[in-house]
């Protein structure tokens, strides 16, 4: 029997937008996820995300009847930690993909920025709010991602599952809308929790590897003092963006494989 990955996506990106980094995995592991988190309405967006936690730990809960791996990105990765830290028995062990912990001074300016609005301008929040959220067939949404340099330096392969998961047909003329509601997006990155790092101060309860893109505007904004620490041997460059998944899928998955070998043998 394969061992089990419970997957957690990036805020914005429904889990089959990584159907090419599942591929690469599936041989060894069975992957499993929750397609886009925040859009059960039992479990809503608050700040610090204890709903969101809560849905990730529920779906585990209802699955599995052993511990599993926990990989997530961005959003995912904090969410797959924070479940850990709350059920520990539950996992194995966790993948950070760019999901630095913000501890120290950092989570106290992240706290005065969220209660004075001004983390909106410091995040990806703001473009949120005005997001487009339909295009009238998928040639024209391939071309409009396409031609922006972000996602122009996706792999094509996941950029066509985005396509396909992230803004599905919704009519018989063809329009595709996204499926990753902007206001639940945006929610989201008002709410960033800020107390996680107090909360590893003695460490994590279960082992974590972490991933960092070499090019991450979050990992410079973040630092990487906290993560390091709870990560120790068991961190790697990846060389990207914060959405390096998405730019080098088959290469993180090799880097996934690594990482969780190195848990399962105590490395």
């Not at 996941?158 to 997006?185: K, N």
């Not at 082992?207 to 390091?228: H, K, M, N, W, Y």
């Amino acid at each position: 029997m394969k061992n089990v990955i419970h997957f957690s996506h990036a805020n914005g990106f429904p889990a089959s937008t990584y159907r090419t980094f599942f591929a690469e995995l599936g041989d060894t592991y069975e992957l499993r996820h929750i397609e886009r988190i925040g859009h059960d309405a039992r479990f809503p967006v608050t700040r610090d995300w204890p709903h969101l936690v809560e849905q990730l730990i529920d779906d585990i809960g209802r699955r599995y009847e052993e511990p599993v791996w926990l990989v997530g990105h961005s959003l995912g990765g904090y969410l797959s930690l924070m479940a850990a830290l709350r059920k520990p028995q539950w996992v194995r062990g966790v993948v950070m993909l760019d999901s630095p912990v913000i501890a120290g001074w950092r989570s106290s300016l992240l706290r005065m920025t969220q209660w004075t609005g001004l983390d909106e301008r410091l995040s990806p929040a703001a473009a949120t709010r005005k997001r487009r959220t339909s295009w009238s067939s998928r040639d024209e949404a391939w071309r409009h991602f396409h031609s922006k340099p972000a996602f122009a330096r996706w792999d094509e392969r996941v950029l066509s599952d985005y396509i396909d998961f992230g803004m599905p047909q919704t009519s018989p003329d063809g329009t595709r809308t996204l499926a990753f509601d902007r206001q639940i997006e945006y929610q989201i990155y008002r709410t960033l929790p800020h107390t996680l790092g107090a909360r590893l101060v003695h460490g994590a309860p279960v082992p974590v590897s972490f991933i960092a893109g070499t090019r991450s505007r979050e990992v410079r904004q973040v630092g990487l003092d906290a993560t390091r620490r709870i990560a120790g041997e068991r961190f790697e460059w990846m060389e990207g963006s914060h959405l390096y998944p998405m730019e080098r899928p088959i290469d993180t998955a090799r880097a996934v494989q690594r990482l969780l070998y190195a848990m399962e043998n105590g490395a």
